[in-house]
């Protein structure tokens, strides 16, 4: 299993995914991504879904605003994973789609503004768990979480990373880490932002 660390920041998180990025909030670029599409393909990187892809769809609504961050970062401080949910689970900021399904709510959304340029979208929400799952009781049970990080507006490909099945802990007392529950996270590519004022970019 694979962990990447998220930074509990007021403003912000920080996602350390080989590089550590600064957790300024995305001011400069200010919702230029609220009310747009993003849209791409998922492809498998190991296990059962190696080299499959499938579509990409994040509905962009709004922003999560810094104080709902902190009310998330400080409900993973008091009550772990199960009180993060919680939270998690009342925010609405927009919705995620893989594949041709109608998707699921993207309860996060929260942007960086990256130092090299261009956005950072940390998407957080709650996975649906099946029947199986809570019947069995398999360990896949506590992976309640699903995450995606997309890099935008950058120079050269927008891509990012996409964890189905997610375990979120808090270390150090203010460094998320987020464990996938499979071998390797898959990646997204192309992804182009589409709709608003801006148009296809």
């Excluded at 999560?64 to 902190?70: I, N, R």
Aim: charged fraction near 20%; aromatic fraction near 6%.
């Amino acid at each position: 299993m694979k962990r990447r660390g998220l930074s509990g920041l007021l403003c912000a998180l920080c996602c350390v995914a080989g590089l550590t990025f600064s957790a300024t909030p995305a001011k400069a670029q200010g919702s230029r991504y609220v009310g747009r599409d993003i849209v791409g393909t998922v492809v498998g990187v190991g296990g059962r879904l190696g080299g499959r892809t499938r579509q990409f769809r994040l509905i962009v609504e709004r922003y999560t605003s810094p104080q709902d961050v902190q009310r998330l970062t400080s409900a993973l401080q008091t009550g772990g994973q199960d009180e993060l949910l919680s939270v998690l689970s009342k925010l609405n900021a927009g919705r995620i789609q893989i594949g041709t399904g109608v998707g699921i709510t993207a309860n996060a959304i929260i942007p960086t503004e990256l130092p090299e340029g261009g956005t950072k979208l940390v998407v957080l929400f709650q996975r649906n768990i099946n029947f199986y799952e809570l019947r069995h009781g398999t360990r896949s049970e506590d992976y309640k979480f699903g995450y995606a990080e997309l890099h935008l507006g950058r120079k050269g490909d927008n891509e990012g990373t996409f964890i189905a099945a997610a375990k979120i802990k808090l270390e150090d007392g203010n460094s998320w880490v987020v464990e996938d529950f499979g071998e390797f996270p898959a990646r997204l590519l192309g992804l182009q932002a589409r709709g608003g004022k801006g148009g296809a970019r």
